[in-house]
T-cell receptor, first 113, second 111 residues
Framework: DTAVSQTPKYLVTQMGNDKSIKCEQNLGHDTMYWYKQDSKKFLKIMFSYNNKELIINETVPNRFSPKSPDKAHLNLHINSLELGDSAVYFC????????????FGEGSRLTVL | AQSVTQLGSHVSVSEGALVLLRCNYSSSVPPYLFWYVQYPNQGLQLLLKYTSAATLVKGINGFEAEFKKSETSFHLTKPSAHMSDAAEYFCAVSGANDMRFGAGTRLTVKP
């Protein structure tokens, strides 16, 4: 059983398109995150949700819109894709927002042409 | 704000040699510190964590790290490197609502 699963694993798309990445966790955790990893492996937090409520929204373009239908799911929708959006996007979860271990998905590699 | 700095973006060791990956933290409160490993095309996996109990923390795959408040450091070590240890290693500090990562250190192990 995969604890944190993301789909799709790979996306290749043209500039200007819209795409979504889905994430689900079966750990019963309250908090979920989206991180972006660039080509130099740098990991930057984008969003954090605790019990479906947004608690962190870093300086991310509003073309990125997270949605949490329930605490086990956190999806990421990206509008009007740009070349600079090419990266690996990681979903993660933690027991709560109080500073514990993060459990990561396998990542979704987005390539914008 | 809490942060971590990893010294050295790339470390190369011979198989069987000591592995030392350096991490310094900045925090106004006692930090929760972590080391994660990322193998190629995979997600991050927890190696070990410090949560203010013992200052010497043992993790998986023979890794350990020592929390030194006086030096604000949390360096990762392994006595004898294996080829399978080649990966990207991230130090991280947990904040109020998130986790902040260092820039990563790529470990190469030479036969």
């Amino acid at each position: 059983d995969t604890a944190v699963s993301q789909t799709p694993k790979y996306l290749v798309t043209q500039m200007g398109n819209d795409k979504s990445i889905k994430c689900e966790q079966n750990l019963g955790h309250d908090t979920m995150y989206w991180y972006k990893q660039d080509s130099k492996k740098f990991l930057k937090i984008m969003f954090s949700y605790n019990n479906k409520e947004l608690i962190i929204n870093e300086t991310v373009p509003n073309r990125f819109s997270p949605k949490s239908p329930d605490k086990a799911h956190l999806n990421l929708h990206i509008n009007s894709l740009e070349l600079g959006d090419s990266a690996v996007y990681f979903c993660a979860s933690s027991q709560d927002a109080g500073g514990g271990e993060l459990f990561f998905g396998e990542g979704s590699r987005l390539t914008v042409l | 704000a809490q942060s971590v700095t990893q010294l050295g973006s790339h470390v190369s060791v011979s198989e069987g040699a000591l592995v030392l990956l350096r991490c310094n933290y900045s925090s106004s409160v006692p930090p929760y510190l972590f080391w994660y490993v990322q193998y190629p095309n995979q997600g991050l996996q927890l190696l070990l964590k410090y949560t203010s109990a013992a200052t010497l923390v043992k993790g998986i795959n023979g890794f350990e790290a020592e929390f030194k408040k006086s030096e604000t450091s949390f360096h990762l070590t392994k006595p004898s490197a294996h080829m399978s240890d080649a990966a990207e290693y991230f130090c991280a500090v947990s904040g109020a609502n998130d986790m902040r990562f260092g820039a990563g250190t790529r470990l190469t192990v030479k036969p």
